[in-house]
């Protein structure tokens, strides 16, 4: 089962490297309260609107192993029928996510999704109409899908979680070398692989993943309080990946003290309560990011600088299987290479009709590094190939 595999390689790697993760730590600390001195030295001498300039700001948020099954059929009764997965509690799912009709199982799991990204914003990868969006890496899981989501070049030398600090430049990086961004980039994550995934110690932002503190970035009374939390919470999934809500926080919170112009969140219970066969807490992880990315549109919408000049892309890293292998993915377990992504913002009428994606259609994942960074009109370069825009 490579899913196991990863896991155990993801833990043991925790371990051994110490003396090298501090020196990165170390590092990145350094870094991070220079690009704070650096920042807090400009704001002292400019004013608010030069600070957060007219380049559209971007939000790209991920729900780990997210399957396009729920995104676009909501609750599936099979398994919310099956006691292996529903831990004796049916009721529970029926009565929260249970409803007749695919619309209104929609609006019940995923409410804003639904109700404002499908009205206002696109939707990609419903393939029950023949919509399809692929990973292209031939893994299907974790590292090798955020490496194609960032740098579009989905190199199959990237085989594991385990695998070392990405070769490979992303568009977050990319974006944070353009003046209009330049220490205006940040990324948050449950997951402890980010620091290796974005390679923070040559990417230039800051990264924050796992049970690293925005603390480190912020003093103030709410980081400190925020990072306390952090240290002294339930931690089911052991050091290798904090509970989403953490990451949420902190992210949020650094997003309304800092203003960055480019913002990554990766959330990660979704896979993780798949990966332990807990089919209410799957739903009810997912049905939590939606209420948090409505959240964070009302946010944006509502202030001066984001407001009408945010793009959010919302997507995941790989699929899951059909049936009972919903908890699994990999190469070896069929339909786990189906993902989805939704975008909003300004200016999606250049890609094409707003709402749910109905055309027969073949996207793939290394697609979006291209096309969310044309849309801020910032194309994407690197030395290495990278995805075609979908427009
Ligand atoms: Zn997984």
Not at 270 to 284: F, K, M, P, R
Request: proline share 5%; with cysteine.
């Amino acid at each position: 089962m490579p899913i196991l595999r990863v896991y155990i390689i993801s833990m043991h790697l925790k371990k051994t490297p110490t003396h090298i993760v501090s020196a990165i730590l170390v590092a990145c600390f350094v870094l991070a309260i220079f690009s704070i001195t650096k920042v807090q030295a400009q704001t002292k001498n400019i004013s608010i609107k030069q600070v957060t300039n007219d380049a559209p700001n971007l939000i790209v948020i991920t729900t780990d192993g997210f399957r396009w099954q729920e995104v676009f059929n909501g609750m599936d009764f099979d398994l919310a029928n099956q006691k292996v997965f529903n831990h004796g509690d049916s009721l529970y799912l029926y009565k929260k996510y249970g409803a007749a009709t695919v619309s209104e199982r929609q609006k019940l799991l995923l409410p804003f999704i639904w109700n404002t990204v499908a009205t206002q914003g696109q939707l990609y990868g419903n393939r029950f109409k023949e919509n399809k969006v692929n990973v292209a890496n031939p893994h299907w899981f974790s590292y090798p899908g955020y490496n194609e989501i960032f740098t579009g070049y989905p190199d199959s030398i990237i085989n594991s979680n385990d695998y070392p600090p990405n070769p490979y430049s992303n568009f977050l990086g990319f974006l944070n070398t353009q003046k209009e961004y330049k220490g205006k980039v940040a990324a948050f994550a449950a997951w402890d692989a980010y620091d290796r995934i974005l390679n923070d110690a040559v990417s230039g932002f800051p990264v924050i993943n796992g049970f690293e503190s925005v603390s480190s970035l912020l003093k103030d009374p709410i980081s400190e309080n925020l990072s306390n939390l952090l240290k002294d919470s339930y931690q089911p999934f052991k050091k290798v990946e904090c509970l989403d809500v953490f990451t949420h926080y902190q992210a949020m919170h650094y997003l309304k003290t800092k203003q960055p112009k480019v913002m990554y969140i990766s959330y990660g219970e979704t896979d993780e309560w798949a990966h332990h066969g807990n089919y209410s807490n799957y739903l009810d992880a997912a049905h939590q990011v939606d209420a948090w990315l409505n959240d964070i549109w009302n946010y944006v919408q509502n202030t001066k600088g984001y407001k009408n000049n945010t793009y959010i892309l919302i997507t995941t890293d790989h699929g899951r299987g059909f049936g009972s292998e919903w908890t699994t993915h990999g190469a070896d377990v069929k339909g786990a290479a189906n993902i989805w992504f939704a975008l909003l913002g300004p200016g999606l009428q250049k890609i094409g009709p707003l709402g749910e994606q109905t055309k027969t259609q073949q996207l793939y994942q290394k697609q979006l590094a291209a096309t969310i960074t044309k849309l801020l009109g910032h194309p994407f370069k690197a030395e290495h190939p990278i995805g075609e825009a979908i427009y």
